[in-house]
């Protein structure tokens, strides 16, 4: 008998969602694991969380807010993904829309209620920009773009540490290294007491809604859809594959620069040190896009799941005594798990009968 992998044309969607549910299965059997190691009965620290987290208002005010740059940058990585262009860069994008849009707050305090809107816009534009780099380097000099972004990211968290603690360092502020407070007038309204940003939270979803319509209904989704498939077979039919990986690389950037005006104007009201503006959400949203499996709309719920996983970070530091931090063990076997499982996704494996021929002499 031999394995045989046969190519699988169009993958049906039960066969997805099973892949994804055993990985995340997987991953939960590790993490249970960790609570044994670190002398935690393992059903009575899931049932914590659980309660912790999804059990009360509180808890879920916690998750949705996690959630609102999940579901911005995983959108956006759904794109670049489809694109063939493995956007590892988000991170930074948050964080250089985050100070463009802190720019904007602090040094343009007369738009009154423009202000806002110019936030947006000059976070989407700066990471559109961060985004282009890379894509150009790409498209042009075949430059391996998993490593430009992964660089980039380093020099968006050097920039901000050099502004807070140089020429953007807040007067009023003594210890520590972060900004003066935003006028009022660039501060996103909250959700009653929680902190979760109406404005950030809305134009997450008006954004999955309409990617998930020009991917589907648009030729720009059309010649996407195409160059995800093949790019030779883009060129043969006339597709213009720089442009419109270009076009997607930028769009994808500067939906996680929406994601950074968001969290310095809807939380902190201040740019402050790269670790507190992001958690890493431009990392976990790479898991976000890969659950999501190419659709825009499904980012939306696996952008929630893993604003559980979040949420219960602070729920492990808190109630469980563990680093936050262990929710990365979680995260990273899901993504590893997910990578790993992609050639089942591609092809289906056949056992074949191997025909023994017998020697004539």
């Known amino acids: 008998m031999k394995i045989v992998l046969e190519p699988r044309p169009t993958p049906p969607i039960s066969w997805l969602l099973m892949l994804s549910a055993a990985s995340i299965f997987v991953a939960l059997l590790v993490l249970g694991v960790v609570f044994l190691v670190a002398g935690l009965n393992p059903f009575s620290a899931y049932a914590t969380l659980a309660s912790r ?34 956007n590892i860069g ?6 250089v829309g985050a100070v463009a849009g802190s720019a904007v707050a602090l040094f343009l305090p007369s738009l009154g209620f423009l202000t806002i809107p110019i936030m947006f816009l000059a976070g989407f534009i700066a990471g559109a920009i ?24 380093y020099v968006a968290a050097t920039l901000i540490e050099y502004l807070i603690t140089g020429p ?18 660039a501060r996103l309204p909250l959700l009653g007491s929680s902190y979760i940003h109406i404005p950030t939270l809305l134009l997450g979803l008006i954004l999955a809604v309409f990617v998930a319509v020009v991917l589907s209904r648009t ?3 059309f010649r996407m859809r195409i ?29 996680a620069g929406l994601a950074g005006v968001g969290e310095v104007a809807g939380i902190h009201g201040k740019l402050l040190e790269p670790g507190q503006i992001s958690l890493g959400y431009g990392y976990t949203a790479i898991i976000v896009a890969w659950l999501a499996r190419g659709s825009p709309i499904a980012a939306i719920f696996t952008a929630l799941f893993l604003g559980i996983s979040f949420a219960a970070g602070d729920v492990m530091k808190v109630s469980l005594q563990l680093p936050a931090n262990t929710t990365n063990i979680f995260n990273g076997t899901v993504l590893m798990l997910l ?7 591609k092809f289906r494996v056949k056992l074949e009968q191997v025909k023994l021929v017998k020697d004539a002499r």
């Open 227 to 255: 160059l995800g498939e093949s790019i030779a077979t883009a060129r043969y039919v006339g597709i213009n594959a720089v442009s419109t990986t270009l076009w997607v690389v930028m769009f994808s950037a500067g939906a």
């Open 168 to 185: 953007w360092k807040g007067q009023n502020q003594v210890g520590f290294s972060y900004t003066d407070d935003f006028p009022a007038a």
């Open 130 to 153: 961060w985004g282009f780099i890379p894509a150009i380097l790409k498209l042009k000099l075949e430059v391996n773009e998993v490593i430009t972004t992964l660089m980039l990211n």
């Open 219 to 221: 030729r720009l989704g």
């Open 90 to 95: 988000a991170e930074g994008q948050l964080l």
């Open 339 to 345: 990578i790993a499982t992609e050639p089942l996704v």
């Open 53 to 86: 987290t999804l059990g009360d208002w509180d808890g879920w005010s916690r998750v949705i807010q996690r959630a609102i740059p999940l579901v911005l940058i995983g959108v956006g990585l759904v794109l670049a993904f489809r694109a063939q262009f493995f």
